[in-house]
């Protein structure tokens, strides 16, 4: 028999705030990254990003992976999970009878490569992905492969999820080739793709894709809903376009994770004048980029870390130009470091550079 614990006068430990993680595991092989002729093999995808939310995430934050493995990696992708701090002690992984992703990276130079795709475990469909959110505080959605989910399923998640949404669209914008070869696309129903999100994030390659300039893309993103567009911009740091009335997620001394339709038709009124709401100029700045150390060393994963990090200063009440330059400071770190296993304690300065 367990005896009743006594009564200390402490109330409940709080629970802590759970935020889903939509993406992809991928195994990458990646030739031209180092001097050495074989290729290096190692996780990749979400890793990063994983990697990244397990170091900037506040401690009253978990990680909850909303994400499907192929069997043949499935026990590796848990073994991967089991090396973060920060992870829900319910979380798990959904294995499927596919084989999992596998990217051929080839670099050319630090910020250009190409990506040949094999395998693949199938996107979410609504029926699947209803059931695991409701638990969930915040949404990071990363579309690692470009099928983590179609349009019609990424509407219904904005419809019935109530909270602050975060949409990396990268992969959205890549085709693939009968061989596997990834190329650049561009993405139809931008605005739908939009309204699905609170805050979005592309890089420059990708905004080009999307609209004929920064300005244009802003419009069309705010207009729709997003609270802030985020650009990457390499070394040269990363720029935000934002509602006039954002300067983060914390008001008051709180955080608003208020997300959904509801937020959509609020940022919408501010920008069009409609039901009183102010109006206002956007708010844009640029916040320069931060030198990695030791040279160009390794930028893969580097957008992916920019935006988990991102996120998770704004889930700690940061604001966004804080934000932005603590996203800069951990993709450089990231350049200073091979792969994705130990990153997280890499990015946290529990390991160091010899």
Not at 18 to 42: Q, Y
Not at 238 to 266: E, I, K, N, S, V
Request: hydrophobic residues 45%.
């Amino acid at each position: 028999m367990i005896a009743p614990a006594a009564d200390t006068g402490v109330g409940p430990t709080p629970r802590k705030r759970r935020l889903g993680v939509i993406g992809t595991f991928v195994w990458d092989v990646i030739h031209g990254r180092d001097v050495r002729s074989a290729p290096i093999e190692e996780w990749g995808g979400i890793t990063y990003a994983l990697g990244a939310l397990d170091a900037a995430l506040p401690d009253d934050w978990e990680i909850v992976p909303v994400m499907k493995v192929g069997f043949d990696r499935y026990q590796q992708a848990h073994g991967f999970l089991r090396t973060l701090t920060r992870l829900a002690p319910d979380a798990s992984l959904v294995e499927v009878p596919y084989p999992n992703n596998r990217v051929e990276l080839f670099y050319y130079s630090s910020e250009r490569r190409s990506e040949v795709l094999h395998g693949g475990v199938p996107g979410w469909t609504w029926l699947g992905l209803a059931p695991l959110i409701g638990q969930l505080d915040a949404l990071y959605v990363n579309f690692i492969s470009g099928f983590e989910m179609d349009l019609e399923t990424a509407q219904l998640l904005r419809q019935h999820f109530k909270g602050v949404m975060y949409g990396d669209l990268h992969s959205l914008l890549l085709a693939v080739q009968p061989g596997g070869l990834r190329t650049p696309r561009p993405l139809p129903n931008v605005a739908e793709w939009c309204r699905c999100y609170d805050l979005l994030q592309v890089n420059e390659d990708e905004l080009a894709l999307l609209a004929p300039d920064p300005m244009a893309l802003a419009a069309t993103a705010l207009a729709n809903g997003v609270r802030s567009l985020h650009v990457t911009l390499g070394k040269r740091g990363a720029a935000y376009f934002a509602q006039p009335d954002f300067d983060g997620l914390a008001t008051g001394g709180a955080l608003d994770l208020a997300g959904g339709p509801a937020r959509a038709a609020a940022r919408a009124d501010v920008v069009s004048g409609v039901g009183g709401a102010a109006l206002g100029p956007v708010r844009t700045a640029l916040v320069p980029g931060v030198a990695a150390r030791g040279g160009d060393g390794d930028p893969t994963g580097c957008g992916d870390v920019w935006g988990a990090t991102h996120f998770s200063h704004l889930l700690a009440g940061a604001t966004l130009s804080d934000a932005l330059a603590a996203a800069n400071a951990a993709a450089a770190r990231n350049v200073e470091h091979r792969g994705a296993s130990g990153l997280a304690a890499f990015l946290r300065g529990q390991l160091s550079l010899p």
